[in-house]
Structure formats: structure tokens, C-alpha cells
């Protein structure tokens, strides 16, 4: 069974992600679970330490999911990377949508922040020189650190960018989604100039598998999807 | 002689730039000036339609510089587009810093602001265009459009991102200013694979003027600078 912690946990995440965490109160959580407001904050001081707590959960996610492996990679491995920073952004979309917040918010979240941001960038660059081992990215140690500079800030902004242009797609789940995928298309058009064999080869089937078509991409960001090339 | 409203816009934006627009209020205004907040408020009924008329300004300044010219495009045109940019950054930082909570808390600002990035990303792409008539610029058409679109976010989100990260550099405009220009360096690399002719010729001399020092990047964001490529 489900300890009350991680109940209050994943029944804030839900409401924060579906509603955003500014209109989301400690007694919404309650009410959600059944329980009292008094037996909340036995658990939780304030929203803050439910925001801080699911920090951890999504920090621990992601830096699983950048342990650098053992041997060479494939153009597979390197999906799978997609496919879990995809993951990682949709559970966590609340954070991401409104990180300038939370850091002003909350000076010690800010400080953790930072050194998760170092760990990230470090186990970034490791995987991106494991696949420049495996012949798949052919790039210089100064493009590679630029690469993964830019990588990082267009993941990290893309949901608030996106969301502050659009703050009521939130309430579409499906729309909402196909903008996060929309981010990985441009993480992948990033990386292109970069790619090598196996990578290269599947590029358009890549960029096929997260683009979003003209309709949606009008629907979700005008001003990106008006930007025709005639 | 300058009107006061203009007066008020200027004292408002050094005062912004330097602390931050959450940390003064329109007294401190009407003091840097020497006039009453009655007076202020004459001009502007409160901090928002400051802020509301600096946006402005800036929208202007930005538009202007994005103006598609006539005629065939140098790689010193393309080095004004980034002097420019960065001028622009820099004067109207206090907004970049701090975009999502601008957004956020007044919805018809967020409206002008959707109209802005859709002028500015359609003129981006008239220029991108006339640097590849040009033959500074090689890429498809679905190349142009993803390099746009990275380059608009990089370039929104770089003084969040890192000020963010590192609240305490707005009070040293040395490295504020520096920090600024490793984000015109970070979209000169976004655009180093596309580049052709006297573009490339020149990559390695545009890159050396807008990039840190190392010791200024540990010291700006130790998180990126201790990403080392050994």
C-alpha cells in the first residue's frame, strides 16, 4: 500500500501539472486525498516542500536516466535518451513551465538546482562523447560543449517559452504533449549538422516521429507555425 | 528639454536593469526623479503600465533592427545583427531576465508580446533568407525555419536561464554584460554548421570576440563553465 507522503506527492503533481501550481492550494490536495488539511501538513509544511519534494523525484528521474553506460551506442540508445527526456518533461511539466518562479520562490530549491543543472551538463557531456566514440555525433570538444549548452537551455525553456505564449493549452492534455514533442524535434534539428552514420541515416524518420503537422503546429504557436518557408 | 514621461520611462528602466523590477516600486521612481508619486502616477497609473511602456520601447528597437534591407547581405551586416541583438538584449534585460512573471501577470502585455514573436520570427526568417541569396548561409528550408526557432528561444531565454541560475550578477554589469555575450557565442555555434563564404571565414574570429574567458565562465556559471572538454 501507498504511504500518505506519496499519495500527497502524486496527487499534487496531477493536480500541479493539470491546473499549474499557482492555482493549486494545500487544501485542493486534501480534498483530492480525503484527508484533513492538519494531517497534510504533518507530511508537508507548506506547498513549497511538496514543490522541493518533487524536485527530488524528478532530479533523481533524470540523472538516472543520464548515467553514462557502459560500451558503445546505437542510434536505438539514442532514441531511448529522447524517448526519456520526453518522459522525464511531461512528469515533471509543471516545474518546467514556471522554473523562473519556483527559483525566485525559493532560494534553497535554487541552490539545488544549480548543482543538479552542474551533474546534468557533466552527464550530458559524457554521453555525448560516448556517442562521438561510437561514430555516430563527429564534432570538436568546443562544438560539443556548445551543443549541449544549447541543448539544455532550448529543453529547460521550451516548456515555459511555449506555455507563456499559450498558457491555456495546459488544459489539453493531447496539444500539450505534441508541444513537448515539438521540443525534441527542435533538440534533434539542433543536433543534425552533427549526426554520423547510423544517426544520420534515421534523421528523417526522427524528425518524422516528433514533428508536429502544419494544423497542430498552427494551433499551438501561431507565431512559430506562421513562419512559412514558401 | 525630455518630456517627463519620458523621464520616467528611463529612470524606470536604469533602476529595473540594475535591481531587478520586483525589487522597486514606483516611490523609488518618483525619488530617483525628484517629483511626487502623485505626479508618477499622472503619467502612469502603476508599475505595470511602466513596464507595459518599456516593452514597448524595446518592441520598436527590436522590430527596427530586424528590418529585412535591400540587396545583398556581408558577414559584417551579419556581425551588426548580433551587435544589435546584443544592444538590445542588454537594454532591455531586466525584461528577459524575467519574462514568464511579465507574462504571467498581465495578460494583455502576453497578447502583444504573442503578435511581437511573430513579427520578429517572420522578419528572422526574411533575413536568414537574404544571408543565403547572399551565400553566407547553406540549408533547406526546413533547416532555416528549426535554426529560427532555436535561435528565437536561445536568445529569449539565455538571461532567465542563467540569471536564474545566478541572481547576484546583475550587481557586477562587467560580468552581466559578459554573460550576455557568451549567449550571442552560444547562437553564433547554432549557426556554425550553415555557415558559407566570408561567414565561415570569419567563425573563428566571431566566435573568439563573444566567448568568456574560462575564469569569467567558472565564475558566471560554474555549473556550464566546469563543463570541460579535457
New interface residues.
Given amino acids: 500500500m501507498t504511504d500518505t507522503k506519496t499519495r500527497i506527492l502524486d496527487a499534487a503533481l496531477a493536480l500541479f501539472n493539470r491546473f499549474g501550481e499557482?492555482n493549486v492550494t494545500t487544501n485542493h490536495i486534501a480534498g483530492e486525498l480525503g484527508i484533513s488539511p492538519g494531517n497534510l501538513y504533518y507530511h508537508y509544511r507548506n506547498k513549497a516542500a511538496i514543490v522541493s519534494a518533487l524536485f527530488d523525484r524528478y532530479r533523481e528521474h533524470l540523472l538516472t536516466l543520464l548515467t553514462v553506460p557502459e560500451g558503445p551506442l546505437t542510434w536505438e540508445d539514442k532514441m531511448g535518451y529522447f524517448e526519456g527526456i520526453l518522459a522525464s518533461m511531461w512528469e515533471g511539466r509543471f516545474l518546467h513551465r514556471?522554473?523562473?518562479?519556483f527559483?525566485?520562490q525559493d532560494p534553497v530549491l535554487?541552490d539545488r538546482?544549480?548543482v543538479f543543472?552542474?551533474d546534468s551538463?557533466?552527464r550530458g557531456?559524457g554521453i555525448y562523447q560516448r556517442l562521438r566514440d561510437s561514430g555516430l555525433i563527429e564534432a570538436s570538444?568546443?562544438?560539443?560543449?556548445?551543443?549541449?549548452?544549447?541543448t539544455w537551455?532550448?529543453a529547460?525553456?521550451?516548456p515555459?517559452?511555449t506555455h507563456?505564449?499559450n498558457?491555456e493549452i495546459s488544459g489539453d492534455e493531447t496539444l500539450d504533449r505534441g508541444l513537448l514533442r515539438q521540443g525534441i524535434?527542435?533538440i534533434i534539428?539542433?543536433e543534425?549538422?552533427?549526426l554520423r552514420g547510423e544517426a544520420l541515416d534515421h534523421l528523417d524518420a526522427m524528425k518524422r516521429e516528433y514533428r508536429l503537422d502544419e494544423t497542430a503546429l498552427d494551433r499551438l504557436f501561431?507565431?512559430?507555425g506562421?513562419?512559412r518557408?514558401e
Fill in positions: 499557482r514556471d522554473l523562473a518562479h527559483l525566485h535554487r538546482y544549480k543543472v552542474e551538463l557533466a557531456l570538444d568546443e562544438e560539443l560543449r556548445a551543443l549541449l549548452v544549447n537551455v532550448l529547460a525553456s521550451w515555459g517559452f507563456g505564449l498558457p524535434y527542435q534539428c539542433l543534425a549538422p552533427y501561431g507565431a512559430v506562421q513562419v518557408s
